[in-house]
């Protein structure tokens, strides 16, 4: 098919008086890696969970192929796969054993399973530990072993809810390591995440807040605001610090050590670095982070963060 092979259309859904989601909108090409960036509460799983159809929106539309996820069962099942935050692996199964019995679960060949497999557990370097049993896997390992479960019948679409979550640095940088072959391949790739710094190795990002999708932009574009600029704030004293932060063109503001990492409005930038340097202190310029940006985003969009 042409076009998106994922689609959000105004997705809405409550939980009794809460809107866990509200108008979400989106859409993801073969061979785009999304990051869906939040922070706890935000909506990201019921966001996932209905794009897999496992619940249906109170209001607007999912498509997984141009096929509604809820309505189309085993088809759309073909086409998905989907690691949610606590994958059911069994654990008293070896990693091959999972694999055999995921294989079946999607009606493979007993062939085709063990090709797959032999495909998967390389990529995963997951092939010496074939024989452990799932629950004596790291972290990591029990990650990527349920991203290989879900490869199996090879998905064009791959749904992650915080694939990293709770994962060492190592496995960390070799799950996106995965994630970005993936959408290489062709794959179109949607995960959710927590870790503002992950938005840096997506193709585009959407920040949620309370259920809104209230940016949706590449990283180079988000980092390139022309109307924000980013510093580290030095001053003597503590009150130098207060009477800098109370300035109107201070955005955001974050404590790192003794320094504040601030987001101005760029227009003023200026004016504030003279206040500063007059006390004694110092202004000086950085790349604004998205956790900047998502503190600023949040800020504007009149909810807080």
């Known amino acids: 098919m042409t076009g998106p092979l994922l689609t959000a259309d105004s997705l809405t859904r409550r939980f009794g008086s809460l809107v866990a989601l509200d108008g979400l909108s989106l859409a993801v090409d073969a061979g785009e890696l999304f990051g869906l960036v939040g922070p706890d ?34 088809t759309v099942r073909a086409a998905l796969g989907y690691v949610p935050q606590q994958f059911s692996l069994y654990g008293d199964l070896s990693v091959q054993e999972n694999i055999d019995f995921f294989g079946a679960m999607f009606g493979l060949r007993r062939r085709d399973i063990e090709e797959r497999a032999e495909e998967l557990l390389r990529l995963t370097r997951l092939s010496h530990f074939r024989a452990r049993r799932a629950d004596a896997l790291s972290g990591g390992m029990y ?14 679409v791959l749904l992650l809810d915080e694939p990293t979550n709770g994962v060492d640095p190592v496995s960390r940088r070799e799950l996106w390591q ?20 992950e938005a840096a190795r997506c193709h585009r990002v959407g920040l949620l807040h309370q259920g809104r999708l209230i940016r949706s932009q590449t990283p180079g574009e988000m980092r390139k605001d022309e109307k924000l600029a980013c510093f580290w704030l030095e001053t003597r004293t503590r009150e130098d610090a207060e009477a800098a932060l109370a300035h109107p063109a201070v955005l955001t503001a974050v404590v ?7 987001l101005v409005k760029k227009e003023s930038a200026e004016e504030l670095s003279r206040r500063v340097r007059e006390s004694g202190g110092r202004l000086t310029e950085t790349a604004p982070g998205f956790e900047d940006l998502f503190l600023f985003y949040t800020r504007e969009d009149g909810r807080g963060a």
Do not use: N, W
């Open 41 to 74: 509460g935000a909506g990201k799983t019921t966001a996932l969970r209905l794009l897999a159809g496992q619940l249906r929106p109170d209001r607007g539309a999912a498509r997984v192929l141009g096929m509604d996820p809820a309505r189309a069962g085993e």
């Open 143 to 156: 990650k990527k072993l349920s991203i290989a479960c879900s490869l199996l019948h090879r998905p064009r």
């Open 178 to 197: 995965l994630l970005q072959r993936f959408a290489s391949e062709g794959m179109a790739v949607l995960l959710t995440t927590a870790y503002m710094d």
């Open 256 to 262: 790192q050590g003794r320094r504040h990492r601030i």
